[in-house]
């Protein structure tokens, strides 16, 4: 089964408005990974969030992750229609050795 | 630059036959994976190596093998191809934990 589970499944709004994503996880991480995807094209790397942090930013990017809940968020702030993507959450389970399981994705839709 | 490349890109194949999809990466990295990627379900690992001559089973490997006899080649192999194998393949390479992962462009096989 996944281990991450990602709401919701697809989201649509407006220029300008902010993203949120949110993933959920099972087991003990030692670090998540969120991803983003164009259409057609391979997985890039947004942003790495360690067990010990507690919210990372990079740019418009805004993750947190609250262990205690199992659970992480990606905010966009000020979203762009060059931001239209899926984006997936992938954690690094500890004591799996190095493996990425990922979510089933969010699919974002950001209208000009 | 460093790279990570799947070949070919897209495939047709027919039930039954044994398919090869090619994965290199020049990063050096030890770590290397092969997910599948269908609607509904996210990116499912399929193999994993953590280095030469290393090889692992992922949560979908029924019908796949890989074999890892260096370190910039990871092939995966359907040993017989059958219908619901369907789908996008990604090869996936990273260097060590707490680390991101670099993926490929991705292959599209078509089972007839």
């Known amino acids: 089964s996944q281990q991450g589970e990602e709401d919701p499944q697809a989201l649509s709004i407006q220029e300008g408005e902010n993203a949120t994503m949110n993933c959920s996880y099972k087991t003990s991480i030692n670090n998540l990974q969120w991803y983003r995807q164009n259409s057609g094209r391979g997985l890039v790397h947004l942003i790495l969030?360690?067990?010990?942090?507690r919210e990372k930013h990079s740019g418009r990017l805004r993750v947190t992750l609250d262990t205690s809940k199992k659970s992480s968020s990606l905010l966009i702030t000020a979203s762009r229609a060059a931001d239209t993507a899926s984006y997936f959450c992938a954690t690094d389970a500890y004591n799996q050795g190095g493996k990425l399981i990922f979510g089933q994705g969010t699919e974002l839709s950001v209208k000009p | 630059d460093a790279e990570i490349t799947q070949s070919p890109r897209h495939k047709i194949t027919e039930t039954g036959r044994q398919v090869t999809l090619a994965c290199h990466q020049t990063?050096?990295?030890?770590?290397m994976f092969w997910y599948r990627q269908d609607l509904g379900h996210g990116l499912r690992l399929i193999h994993y190596?953590?280095?030469?001559?290393?090889?692992n089973k992922g949560e979908v490997s029924d019908g796949y093998s890989v074999s890892r006899s260096n370190t910039e080649d990871l092939p995966l192999t359907l040993e017989s191809a059958a219908s619901s194998q369907t789908s996008v393949y990604f090869c996936a390479s990273r260097d060590t934990l707490n680390t991101e992962a670099f993926f490929g462009q991705g292959t599209r096989l078509t089972v007839v």
């Open positions: 969030i360690r067990s010990n942090e």
């Open positions: 190596s953590y280095g030469v001559q290393d090889t």
């Open positions: 990063w050096n990295h030890n770590n």
